[in-house]
């Protein structure tokens, strides 16, 4: 009985269109993306035991830079 439920539950909330394509981006959309690469960016650099923010002498400033340069990519944006 339970396991019916739950598939009922289950279908019911996939049977209705996707609601995401009633949404447009807004002015601010890439000053967001910027700040979530940061923040991806910052957590990627301390999991891996690097300062936050590198001297640009050092591996690590290319290392950031290539990490944020991917997570914007793959928001869909590309360099200026």
């Given at each position: ?6 598939a009922v539950a289950l279908l ?69």
């Open positions: 009985m339970l396991a019916v439920l739950s019911s909330g996939c049977s209705s269109p996707p609601a995401y394509r009633e949404w447009t981006a807004s002015p601010d959309v890439p000053t967001v993306a910027y700040d979530e690469c940061t923040e991806q960016v910052d957590t990627t650099m301390r999991l891996r035991g690097y300062p936050l923010r590198p001297l640009p002498e050092t591996p690590q400033f290319g290392y950031r830079k290539e990490i944020f340069a991917q997570c914007m990519r793959r928001k869909g944006y590309t360099a200026e």
